[in-house]
C-alpha cells in the first residue's frame, strides 16, 4: 500500500479573473498552491506591454494530503468556484503533468510558450503524448487550440479525458 499521506495535485475552478485572489487566499489557508503563468502582449491605450497571465485561465492547482480534501472549504474559498469532479469523483492531475509544466519555468517563474512549427494532423489521429522524452500516455488528436497548444483525448484511468495540452508533447502515434 502506499502511503495514505501522499499529496496529489487536483484541479480547482476559480471565478474569471480571479486566479491570484483565490491562490492567495489558499495560500493565507496552509494549502500548496501551483498557478502557471505565461508572458502575454497586452494593448491598451495604445501601449503593448508585455504581462503574466495564467496558462490555464480560470483554474489552478492545489497539493492536497488525503486530510487536507475538505472539497466544501476548498470550494468556498473567496475567488473560487470548486474543485473539478467526473460526478463525485475528484480525480487527482498526474505528477508529471504539473513537473513538465514547473521544469519548463524560466527564472521569472513564467512557464514559455514559443512559436512551434504545428504537427499537421487531422482530427480523429492516434497520438502519443511525451514527457522528458519518454511515451507517457496514448490518445487521439482532436484539434488545435491557439498557437502553441492542442487538445486530445487522453486515455487515462480506462477512460478518454479531453485535455489541453502543448503542442511540443504530442507527436503523431508510431
Sequence with gaps: MGNPQRKEWFVIRVQPRKEHLAGLNYDNQGYVVYLPLMRAIRNHARRRE???RPVFPGYL????APDERNWTAIGSTRGAIGPVRFGDLYLPVPDWVIDSLKNREDATGAVPLGHHERVYL???AA??????????????????????????????LQRQVKTTLHISQVRPAT
Design 61 to 64: 492547482f492545489l497539493h492536497l
Design 127 to 156: 497520438v502519443d503524448v511525451q514527457v522528458s522524452g519518454g511515451i507517457a500516455a496514448s490518445g487521439v488528436f482532436c484539434s488545435f487550440k491557439g498557437k502553441d497548444n492542442v487538445v486530445v483525448l487522453l486515455d487515462l
Design 50 to 52: 508585455e504581462v503574466l
Design 122 to 124: 487531422a482530427p480523429g
